[in-house]
Antibody, heavy 121, light 109 residues
Framework: QLQLVESGGGVVQPGRSLRLSCAASGFTFSTYAIHWVRQAPGKGLEWVAIISYDGTNKYYADSVKGRFTISRDNSKNTLYLQMNSLRAEDTAVYYC??????????????WGQGTLVTVSS | SYVLTQPPSASVAPGKTARITCGGNNIRSKTVHWYQQKPGQAPVLVIYYDSDRPSGIPERFSGSNSGNTATLTISRVEAGDEADYYCQMWDSSSDHRWVFGGGTKLTVL
């Protein structure tokens, strides 16, 4: 069945880096855009980034632009989020979610179970 | 940038109808999707393209989009519908942004 599984979360000090992964299965990964969405403790959903199905186009929320980099390896059915210069306000559960088929239009479905990133000294 | 506005909370008695709104400037010209999130779980898509329902989502869930308000309607509410609900759209007008509403906590009385 369709599945996305995130990994790589943990506790990291402010200013340090962390890389998240999202392993996909049950669908043709290379034909879908994929999103990262985060949720701070007790807060709502915040869109973080998207990458096109072929990796050529990427867009970021203003809050992470210049610090985070989204990438994908279609040969490994895996999405990544490289997070640099982490701040306390980046503390959140990070979800990956499948986007549109060969386009940016469309809904987010399914979602992974999320991985918690805690930025703290 | 485009803003989606949801009421923070809503409450409804079992068996009644819940309506959760999502306000935005001329939102009827956008395509709105809705997600349900229960405590400790990942969000689940319940409505896409304003009013379409994914397989596995009960017919009690429906959506509409008109003027400056999109609405998620849950008929014959059950205790299991208690959750946070988020609207979402793609703002392609400027630099691409995917926007979520602030979420509505639905309480079943």
């Amino acid at each position: 069945q369709l599945q996305l599984v995130e990994s790589g979360g943990g506790v990291v000090q402010p200013g340090r880096s962390l890389r998240l992964s999202c392993a996909a299965s049950g669908f043709t990964f290379s034909t879908y855009a994929i999103h990262w969405v985060r949720q701070a403790p007790g807060k709502g959903l915040e869109w973080v980034a998207i990458i096109s199905y072929d990796g050529t186009n990427k867009y970021y929320a203003d809050s992470v632009k210049g610090r985070f980099t989204i990438s994908r390896d279609n040969s490994k059915n895996t999405l990544y989020l490289q997070m640099n210069s982490l701040r306390a306000e980046d503390t959140a559960v990070y979800y990956c979610a499948r986007g549109g088929w060969q386009s940016f239009q469309g809904w987010l479905d399914p979602w992974g179970q999320g991985t918690l990133v805690t930025v703290s000294s | 940038s485009y803003v989606l506005t949801q009421p923070p909370s809503a409450s409804v008695a079992p068996g009644k109808t819940a309506r959760i709104t999502c306000g935005g400037n001329n939102i009827r010209s956008k395509t709105v999707h809705w997600y349900q999130q229960k405590p400790g779980q990942a969000p689940v898509l319940v409505i896409y393209y304003d009013s379409d329902r994914p397989s596995g989502i009960p017919e009690r869930f429906s959506g509409s989009n008109s003027g400056n308000t999109a609405t998620l309607t849950i008929s014959r509410v059950e205790a299991g519908d208690e959750a946070d609900y988020y609207c979402q759209m793609w703002d392609s007008s400027s630099d691409h942004r995917w926007v979520f509403g602030g979420g509505t906590k639905l309480t079943v009385l």
